[in-house]
C-alpha cells in the first residue's frame, strides 16, 4: 500500500485532533502528549491523526524527468541459466545457436535485398538519371551538379554507379574534373537515403524508432553540411582539383588488380538468379550514344564469343580505303580490307526475367515492390532476434563494449578507432549503405548508442572511398588518371568534412540535429515520410528545374529563401541563448500563425485524412453496413453494428493536485455517514481508507 501524504488543513480551525481513547490505549500516555479532562472526568489524549492509507496505490509522477536518448536496459525475462535442469540447458544451448544461424540468414537475405532494391532502380530510372548527364550547360553549374549527384544516385540506389558514370565521362573528356566534383558530392549525400528508408521500419515503437531516425539521418545532416562549406569553397578555390592533381602527379601509380569484392562472392549467387543488368548501358546513355537509347537494360546473353577478322569490302572511292598499300579497283567497284568484328551468342543467362518479354519499367516495379517487401520482413525478424538474443549480460557486455570509451586521459581515441572500424567494416562489405543500413537497427534497440553510431558513419563515409580508390586502380590505362583522381576528390571531400565535425565536441551539430528530428519524428511519425520527399527529392528537382532555366532566375528565386532561412536560424540561437535583446514580440514564434511554427495543425489533418483506415471496417463496408443497420436495424450482436459505431479509446490518466487531499477525511466520513461526535464517542483511533478514482 502506498502512503497518502499528510492531509494539510483537514481542520481549518486546528492542526491536531482529538480522539478518544479507550482504558487499554490511555493507561499511560506518552511523552510528549498532554492529558487532559472532559466535562465527564474521563481522561484523554492529544494525539497527532496517523497518515491515512488508501486501498490503493497512488501512481506518483516521476520527480526526474527522463533522457529520452539513454540507452535502455535489456533485460533478461526468461529463465536464470542456474535455474535451468541438464535438459533446459541443453536446450537453451541449441537455441541460441539456432537463432544466430537464423541470424545470419535474414542478414543474408536483407543484403541481397538491398542489391536487388538498387537493380530495380536502375531499371526504373536509369536511363532518365543517365540522360542527366547529357546537358553539359548545366553540368558547369556547381548547384546544379551537386542536385544531379544526388537524383542520379536517388535513382540507381548505388553511388558507386553514379561515380563510375562519372568516371567515364571525365576519361572522355565530356566532363571536366572541376564540373564532376559536385557530382560527386551530389552522390555522397544520395548514398545516405537507403539507411533512411530502413529507419522507416521501426516506426511501430516511438522510442525505437527515435533512436533509428536519428542514428540514420545524422549520415544526412553531416553530408549536406559539409556540402554547404565545401561546395562554395570549391567553386571559390577548387582546392580539391588542385590537391588531388598535385596527388596523382605525384605518385607515378600503375595498374593493378581489381578491388577485393568479398560481399559480392557470397550474395552474387543468389542474386544473379533474380536479375542481371548490363550496367554499360547507363556509361553509353551518358555518353549520348543514341544506339542504345532503345535497348533494354537487362541481360540476355551471359556467354559471347567475339571473333575479329579482315574482309574485302566496298567502299564508294578510294579515299575511303583504309591505306592505299589496301586499296585496289575491279571494274565498277573499289575495294579495301577492313577488321569486321563478328559477336556469336553461346548461352543465356539463368535469371529468372531472362525468357520474359517485359520493358524494363515493368519488371523494375515488380523488383522494387517484391525487394522493399524482402527488405521489411527480414529487418523486422532481425529486430525481433536481436531483442531476443540481446538481453541480460550479453545485452550488458556489448554495450558496454562498443560505447565505453578509453580510461582517461586516452577517451578521445575511441571515437578515432570507431571511424577505423567503420571504414574497416565498410571496406569488407564493399557498401557503405549495407553498413549503416545494419547498424540502423541496432540503434533503434539501443545496442550502439548515437554518439557512437556517428564515427563508425564517419568511418563508413571513409570504407567507400578507399574501394573507389582500389578500383580506380584497376582502371585501364586510358582511364587511370582520371578515374584516380575521381575517387581522391570523393576522398579528400570526407576527410575534409571529418575536420569540420568531428574533432571539436562543440563543432559535432549532425549529432544535435539529428536528435532533434528524430524527436520530431517519433512524435510525429508522418513527419518522416516528409522529410524524405522534400530532403532527397523536391529540393533537388527544383534546383534543378530553376538551373534549366539560367543563373539569374536561380539566384532570383534561392536568395528570398536563403535569407528567410538564415534569419529563422539567428532569430532562433537569439530567443534561447539571449532572449533579453528581442523585443518582446520577437522572444517566441507566437506572433506567427499557429500552422507556421508548429506540426500539430498538420498533424490534425493529416489524422483527419487517414482516420477511415484506422477503424475497423474501409470507407466502402462502413457505407454499406450503415444502410444495413439503417434498414434493418442491427442489434449490438451483429458484426455490421461495430461499424456503425465510432469507437474510440479513452486513457485512465490518474491526477495528483494538491486540491484533492483537502478535507478529504472529512469528506469520506460523510460519505460514510460517520460524524466527529460518533468518532469521539466510539473511542477507536480512524484510519481512513480511500479508493483513489
Not at 542481371?276 to 533494354?296: F, G, P, R, W
Request: charged share 15%.
Amino acid at each position: 500500500m502506498a502512503p497518502w501524504p499528510e492531509l494539510e488543513n483537514a481542520q481549518p480551525t486546528s492542526e491536531k485532533h482529538t480522539v478518544k481513547a479507550d482504558g487499554d490505549q490511555s493507561a499511560k500516555p506518552e511523552k510528549g502528549k498532554e492529558t487532559e479532562k472532559d466535562d465527564t472526568s474521563a481522561p484523554f489524549t492529544k494525539i497527532e491523526l496517523v497518515p491515512s492509507h488508501s486501498t490503493a496505490a497512488l501512481i506518483e509522477e516521476p520527480t526526474e524527468v527522463e533522457d529520452p536518448w539513454d540507452l535502455p536496459e535489456l533485460k533478461d525475462t526468461g529463465i536464470k541459466w542456474s535455474e535451468r535442469d541438464t535438459k533446459g540447458k541443453i536446450l537453451c544451448v541449441f537455441q541460441g545457436i539456432g537463432k544466430f544461424i537464423l541470424l545470419l540468414v535474414f542478414l543474408y537475405f536483407f543484403v541481397c535485398s538491398l542489391d536487388v532494391l538498387s537493380s530495380a532502380f536502375q531499371l526504373v530510372g536509369g536511363k532518365v538519371a543517365g540522360k542527366f548527364f547529357n546537358n553539359n550547360s548545366i553540368m558547369s553549374n556547381p548547384l546544379a551538379g551537386m542536385v544531379i549527384g544526388v537524383l542520379v544516385t536517388v535513382l540507381v540506389q548505388s553511388s558507386s554507379t553514379s561515380t563510375s558514370i562519372v568516371v567515364s565521362m571525365v576519361a572522355s573528356s565530356l566532363l571536366p574534373v572541376n564540373a564532376a566534383i559536385p557530382i560527386i558530392m551530389g552522390a555522397n549525400i544520395g548514398t545516405s537515403i537507403t539507411n533512411t528508408i530502413v529507419a522507416l521500419m521501426q516506426a511501430g515503437d516511438r522510442k525505437e524508432f527515435r533512436r533509428a531516425f536519428a542514428g540514420a539521418t545524422v549520415h544526412d545532416f553531416f553530408n549536406w553540411l559539409s556540402v554547404l562549406v565545401l561546395l562554395p569553397l570549391e567553386a571559390a578555390t577548387g582546392y580539391l582539383e588542385r590537391l588531388t592533381n598535385l596527388v596523382v602527379e605525384s605518385f607515378h601509380f600503375k595498374n593493378g588488380e581489381e578491388a577485393p569484392e568479398l560481399l559480392k562472392v557470397i550474395t552474387d549467387p543468389f542474386t544473379k538468379l533474380i536479375i542481371q543488368l548490363d550496367k554499360s548501358i547507363l556509361n553509353q546513355i551518358a555518353m549520348n550514344d543514341e544506339s542504345v537509347q532503345n535497348k533494354s537494360m537487362i541481360k540476355i546473353w551471359c556467354k559471347t564469343f567475339t571473333n575479329v577478322t579482315e574482309r574485302n569490302v566496298t567502299v564508294p572511292s578510294p579515299e575511303n580505303c583504309t591505306s592505299p598499300s589496301l586499296c585496289w579497283t575491279d571494274g565498277l567497284y573499289t575495294w579495301t580490307i577492313k577488321n569486321v568484328t563478328y559477336k556469336e551468342n553461346i548461352a543465356k543467362c539463368r535469371h529468372i526475367f531472362v525468357n520474359f518479354n517485359l520493358s524494363d519499367a515493368i519488371v523494375g516495379v515488380i523488383l522494387l515492390i517484391t525487394s522493399l517487401l524482402i527488405l521489411c520482413t527480414c529487418l523486422i525478424l532481425i529486430v525481433k532476434l536481436l531483442g531476443s538474443v540481446l538481453r541480460g549480460q550479453v545485452a550488458a557486455v556489448i554495450k558496454k563494449t562498443i560505447n565505453t570509451d578509453f580510461p582517461y586521459p586516452f577517451g578521445w581515441v575511441t571515437g578515432y578507432l570507431a571511424i577505423l572500424v567503420g571504414a574497416g567494416m565498410t571496406f569488407i562489405v564493399q557498401s557503405s549503405s549495407v553498413f549503416t543500413s545494419a547498424m540502423t537497427p541496432l540503434i533503434g534497440i539501443g545496442v550502439i548508442s548515437i554518439e557512437r553510431a556517428y564515427p563508425l558513419t564517419l568511418g563508413a563515409n571513409i570504407g567507400t572511398t578507399t574501394t573507389a580508390i582500389l578500383a580506380a586502380l584497376a582502371s585501364p590505362g586510358s582511364t587511370l588518371k582520371s578515374s584516380l583522381q575521381i575517387a581522391l576528390c570523393h576522398f579528400f571531400f570526407n576527410i575534409s568534412g571529418i575536420i569540420l565535425w568531428y574533432p571539436i565536441p562543440f563543432t559535432r551539430l549532425p549529432i544535435r540535429l539529428a536528435k532533434g528530428l528524430g524527436s520530431v519524428s517519433a512524435k510525429y511519425r508522418w513527419f518522416a515520410i516528409v522529410y524524405l520527399i522534400i530532403i532527397f527529392l523536391l529540393i533537388p528537382l527544383g534546383v534543378f528545374g530553376l538551373s534549366l532555366l539560367g543563373w539569374p532566375v536561380l539566384v532570383g528565386v534561392a536568395s528570398p529563401i536563403v535569407l528567410v532561412i538564415l534569419l529563422v536560424v539567428v532569430l532562433k540561437i537569439l530567443q534561447s541563448c539571449c532572449p533579453g535583446s528581442l523585443p518582446r514580440k520577437l522572444r517566441s514564434w507566437d506572433f506567427l500563425p499557429l500552422w507556421m511554427h508548429s506540426l500539430e495543425p498538420w498533424d490534425k489533418l493529416i489524422t483527419s485524412l487517414t482516420s477511415c483506415f484506422q477503424r475497423r471496417c474501409c470507407c466502402c463496408c462502413r457505407i454499406c453496413c450503415r444502410v444495413c443497420c439503417g434498414l434493418c436495424g442491427c442489434s449490438r450482436c451483429c458484426r455490421c453494428s461495430k461499424c456503425c459505431e465510432d469507437l474510440e479509446e479513452v486513457k485512465d490518466e490518474p491526477v495528483k493536485s494538491p486540491e484533492a487531499f483537502d478535507n478529504l477525511a472529512m469528506d469520506k466520513e460523510a460519505q460514510d455517514g460517520v460524524t466527529k461526535s460518533e468518532v469521539e464517542a466510539s473511542g477507536t483511533k480512524i484510519v481512513s481508507s480511500v479508493t483513489a478514482l
